[in-house]
C-alpha cells in the first residue's frame, strides 16, 4: 500500500528524501563545452604561404625600383643612352632564369596556397590569398601584352648609335612606364592581401 501523499517526493526506505531525486528547484549545473582546437598547421601550407608572399614582395620591389629610380634617371639622359641602358636592361632580366622562375612562380604559389587554405577550411585565408593571386595574374597579363612587346620593339631597333628614329623612346617614357607603375600598384595590393592572409593563418593555427 503506498503511503506517500500525493506530490510529496518519494522517499528511500528509511524514510529520508530519495538519493536519486534532485531538491525541488535544483537544476543541474551546465556540463562545460569543449574547447575549440585550431586547425593544423601544415608544413606544405605554411610554406606556400611564406614563398607567396617573398616573391610577389620581390616582384614589387623590382617594379617600384624602375619607377622611383630607373626610369626617372634615363629620362633626365639623352635618347641614345635610353635605348642602349633599356635594352642591356632588358637582356639581363630576360636571360637570368632566376628571375622568369620567381616571376612565374609567384603566381603559382598564390594559386596552390588559396586551394590548400580552402580545402583545410580555413576560408577566410583562402579569399585573400586569392585576391593576391588575382592581383597578380592581372601584373602577368600587362606584363605579356604591354611591356614585354616593347621590349621586344626597343630590342629589334637595333643598335642605338645607328638609330635615327626614337619614337619607341617616346612610347617607353610614356606607356611603358605607366603600366609599370600599375604593375608595382597591383604587386602591392598583392602583397597586402598575403600579409593579412598571413595574420589570418596565424590566429587559425595558434
Known sequence: MNTNPAGSPPH???GGPSPYTAPPGHHAPPQPSAPATAAPRGKAATALLLVSTVLVGLMAGLFFAFDVSVMPGLAAGDERTYVTAMQAFNKAID????????FVI???ACAASAVVEFRKGRRGVAIWVAAAAAAYLVVLMITFSVNIPLNNELA???DAAKMTDFSVVD???GTWVSTNIVRTLLCTVALTAL?????LYGRATR
Open 95 to 102: 636571360g637570368n632564369g632566376l628571375f622568369g622562375m620567381a
Open 195 to 199: 600579409s593579412r592572409a598571413l595574420i
Open 12 to 14: 528511500h526506505p528509511a
Open 106 to 108: 609567384a603566381l603559382l
Open 171 to 173: 612610347k617607353f617614357k
Open 156 to 158: 629589334d631597333a637595333g
